[in-house]
C-alpha cells in the first residue's frame, strides 16, 4: 500500500510543473478568435453555468467512460485533450486511452510498439505509419500519446478494420452475423428522428452534394464505427476508459455513448466537446448543440479558437469537377 501511495505521489510530482507550464490556454496555436474572451470557457450544460477546468476534472474523474472531441485539425483540441489525461491520472484516474484513430488493423503494430522498452510518443506515429493514415500530421497527436505515456495509460485501437467497413457500407449490418450484429448493439435501430438527424448530418457535411441514397453506406459505416469504439471502451485494459474522436462521434444522443448505454446501462458516462468559436454566437450557452429531442449533444462544452482552414466545400466542389472530367 505505501509503495502503491509513494508512486502515485512521484507521478503527481512528477507531473505537476510541466502540466501547469502547458495549460493550452494560455497559449493558443490556433490564430482564430485567440483572443476572444470566451476563449478557454468551459460550460457545463446541464448545469447552464461555467466552470474551471479543475472542477471539469473534478466531474470527468468520477465517470467510468469519458469522452473527448474534437475538430481534427485544430492543434488546440489535441493540446486540450493531452491536459485532460495528465490531469485525470494526477486526480488518481487510471482510464485506457482509445482512440478513433488508431484502427483495428493497426492493433499489432501498436501493440509490438508498446511493448518495446522504452517506448515514446514521438516515436508511435512512425510505428503506425501515420503519414498514410490520411490523418492530420502525428505532431497534432502527440500530446495525447505524452500524456498517456507520462501516466502510464494504455493506448488502444478505435476505428473497425478498413475491410469490415468497406463490407458493412456494401453489405450492410447483416454482413457482421447475426450474433456479432446483436453484441455490438446494431441490430437495434435508431429511432426515426436520429437516422434522420443523423443523414441530414452527413448531407451538411457533404455540402449537400451528395444525395442522401448516396450516403446511405456513409450512416452504416458511422454507426459501425461507433459500435467499434463502444466495445474498444468497454474490452479496455483498465476498468475505465477515455475516448478521443471527432465530436459527431462522441455525441451523447446516437454517438458511442448510445451503444455504451445498450452494453453497460449502469455506467457513468460524461462527453466533453471541444468546440471552435465563430464570431456570430454571443455566449457560451449559444454553443450548446442539442439532439431531436432538446437534451444537448454532450455535458460540457469547451470553447477554444478556430484553426485555419481552406473552403472544404470548394474542395469537395473542385474534387468532384476533377472526378466528372471538369463538366
Not at 102 to 131: C, F, H, M, V
Not at 231 to 240: F, K, P, V
Amino acid at each position: 500500500m505505501l509503495r502503491s501511495f509513494l508512486a502515485v505521489l512521484a507521478l503527481t510530482w512528477a507531473m505537476a510543473t510541466p502540466m501547469q507550464a502547458a495549460e493550452p490556454w494560455t497559449d493558443w496555436q490556433a490564430p482564430i478568435h485567440a483572443d476572444s474572451e470566451m476563449a478557454g470557457t468551459v460550460w457545463d450544460a446541464r448545469a447552464g453555468a461555467t466552470i474551471d477546468p479543475a472542477e471539469l476534472i473534478d466531474r470527468l474523474a468520477q465517470a467510468r467512460f469519458v469522452l473527448i472531441g474534437e475538430i481534427h485539425d485544430n492543434p488546440d483540441h489535441h493540446r486540450l485533450q493531452g491536459w485532460i489525461i495528465a490531469r485525470l491520472a494526477m486526480a488518481g484516474a487510471s482510464p485506457a486511452v482509445v482512440m478513433e484513430m488508431i484502427s483495428r488493423d493497426k492493433a499489432e503494430a501498436l501493440s509490438a510498439y508498446l511493448a518495446q522498452p522504452e517506448p515514446t510518443a514521438a516515436g508511435l506515429g512512425p510505428a503506425l505509419n501515420w503519414g498514410e493514415s490520411g490523418w492530420p500530421e502525428w505532431q497534432f497527436y502527440q500530446p495525447i500519446a505524452e500524456a498517456a505515456f507520462a501516466a502510464g495509460l494504455p493506448i488502444g485501437p478505435g476505428n473497425p478494420p478498413s475491410n469490415l467497413t468497406r463490407q458493412t457500407a456494401e453489405q450492410g449490418f447483416d454482413s457482421l452475423g447475426k450474433a456479432r450484429k446483436a453484441e455490438l448493439a446494431l441490430d437495434e435501430p435508431l429511432s426515426p428522428a436520429l437516422s434522420d438527424a443523423l443523414m441530414d448530418e452527413l448531407y451538411e457535411g457533404h455540402c449537400q452534394m451528395l444525395s442522401r441514397e448516396k450516403l446511405a453506406p456513409m450512416a452504416k459505416v458511422q454507426r459501425l464505427r461507433d459500435a467499434f469504439m463502444a466495445e474498444g471502451m468497454l474490452t479496455a485494459e483498465r476498468e475505465t476508459a477515455l475516448l478521443i474522436a471527432g465530436n459527431g462521434h462522441v455525441r451523447a444522443d446516437r454517438g458511442v455513448p448510445w451503444y455504451l448505454r445498450r452494453r453497460a446501462p449502469e455506467s457513468d458516462v460524461a462527453v466533453v466537446a471541444l468546440v471552435e468559436l465563430d464570431g456570430e454566437r454571443a455566449a457560451p450557452r449559444d454553443y450548446v448543440e442539442t439532439g431531436p429531442d432538446g437534451t444537448p449533444i454532450a455535458d460540457f462544452f469547451w470553447l477554444t479558437p478556430r484553426a485555419e482552414r481552406p473552403d472544404p466545400c470548394e474542395q469537395m466542389r473542385q474534387m468532384m469537377q476533377q472526378q466528372s472530367g471538369g463538366n
